[in-house]
C-alpha cells in the first residue's frame, strides 16, 4: 500500500485514523502513535536494511513525514509497508512549509523529518524548521542513524579523534583552492563530500595544498558498488583520471604533520586571490596572515603585486 502525499494542510480526519503499522520479512507489527513533536528520523544512506527498529516505528506512527523527495522516500515507506502521508520539505519550498508544519504541530500532530539519505541537517535543509520548532515550544525528537560522515571515518584508517566536517566545497576553482588553503590549517581530519563531476578536480587541488598526507576516497557507501581507496593524497590525485565517477563520494583527509605549520606560496596565492575578490587589501592580509602562519610583511608584499592584477589596488594596510 503506497504513503499518500500530502500538502501539510491541517486536515479533517480523526487522529489515529490511518493503520500505524510497518512490515519486517512479511509480518506486520503494530507502531505505537509517535509522540507529539517533530521527530528527526535518520534513514539508510544506500542499504535499505540499516534502517532501525525505533525509526521504522516512528515513520508509521507520525501523522505525516516531511521529505525531500517524495519519491525516495516512497521506496523507504513502501519497502516497510508504512502508509502515513509523505509531504515536501526542501530548500526550494521551506519558507511555505515551515508555517503550515508548525501549523500542525501546534494542533497536537506527530511529523517525521528525513533526507533523502542520512541523518536529517547534516548538509541537508531542517536547521530553521527545528530553531522554528523549539521556539515555538514543540518537542523535537531525535531518531539517531546512519550518517555517511561517520560511515566514512569508520572506515578511512585514519585518526577519528578529532575530525571537521566540510560539506561541500564550492564548484568555481579558486573559491574551491581557498577554501581548502583554509582548511589545511585545521589540526584534525577533514571531511568532505563531492560531486563525481568535480572529485578529479578536487583531489588535484587536494595534492597541491595538501600533499604529504594520507587519504581515502569513499564512493557508495552501503551500496552494492561500495568502494574505499585509501592512499596520500598524491597518489590519489596521480589516479584520479582512473577513478570511477559515477556515485556520490566522501573524502576524508588525515590531520596535518606537527611540522605543517606553513602554507606554501601557491596556496597563499590561491587564498589571497580569493579574499581580494571579496574585500580590501587590507582585510586579505589579515585573514591569510593568520592562516597561512607566514610573516605579515611577506603576505602584505605578496598582495599589493596580486592586487594589481585584479584591479584591486585601492585598499590600505
Do not use: W
Not at 8 to 24: E, K, M, V, W
Not at 85 to 93: G, I, R, S, V, W
Not at 255 to 272: C, F
Amino acid at each position: 500500500m503506497r504513503a499518500k502525499a500530502s500538502s501539510l494542510h491541517s486536515s479533517d480526519a480523526p487522529a489515529g485514523a490511518a493503520a500505524r503499522t510497518f512490515s519486517i520479512g512479511g509480518q506486520h507489527l503494530a507502531a505505537p502513535k509517535a509522540k507529539p513533536g517533530l521527530h528527526l528520523v535518520a534513514t539508510p544512506i544506500g542499504n535499505l536494511t540499516d534502517i532501525t527498529l525505533r525509526a521504522l516505528e516512528t515513520l508509521a506512527g507520525v501523522d505525516i513525514i516531511a521529505c525531500e523527495d517524495t519519491r525516495i522516500t516512497r521506496r523507504l515507506t513502501e519497502r516497510y509497508a508504512i502508509t502515513a502521508e509523505l509531504a515536501l520539505y526542501h530548500e526550494h519550498n521551506a519558507a511555505q512549509a515551515r508555517p503550515k508544519i508548525l501549523e500542525r504541530l501546534a494542533q497536537g500532530s506527530a511529523i517525521a523529518l528525513v533526507s533523502d539519505a542520512g541523518t536529517p541537517l547534516i548538509s541537508d535543509p531542517g536547521f530553521k524548521l527545528v530553531r522554528e520548532v523549539c521556539a515555538a515550544g514543540h518537542a523535537v525528537i531525535a531518531v539517531p542513524g546512519p550518517s555517511s560522515v561517520l560511515t566514512a571515518l569508520s572506515v578511512a584508517a585514519l585518526p577519528t579523534d578529532r575530525f571537521f566536517f566540510e560539506g561541500f566545497l564550492p564548484a568555481k576553482e579558486h573559491a574551491r583552492r581557498a577554501r581548502l588553503s583554509e582548511l589545511a590549517r585545521i589540526d584534525a581530519t577533514l571531511v568532505m563530500f563531492e560531486s563525481g563531476n568535480r572529485v578529479q578536480d578536487t583531489l588535484r587541488d587536494l595534492a597541491t595544498i595538501m600533499a604529504g598526507r594520507d587519504a581515502a576516497i569513499c564512493r557508495e557507501l552501503t551500496k552494492l558498488h561500495e568502494e574505499v581507496k585509501r592512499a596520500p593524497v598524491a597518489e590519489l590525485a596521480a589516479g584520479a583520471d582512473a577513478l570511477e565517477t559515477r556515485g556520490e563520494f566522501v573524502l576524508v583527509i588525515g590531520p596535518p604533520a606537527d611540522d605543517a605549520g606553513v602554507m606554501d606560496e601557491n596556496s597563499l596565492d590561491d587564498l589571497l586571490r580569493a579574499q581580494l575578490a571579496r574585500g580590501s587589501v587590507k582585510d586579505a592580509v589579515a585573514h591569510a596572515v593568520e592562516l597561512s602562519g607566514r610573516p605579515r610583511r611577506e603576505v602584505y608584499a605578496r598582495a599589493l603585486e596580486l592586487a594589481k592584477t585584479i584591479g584591486d589596488g585601492d585598499g590600505q594596510a
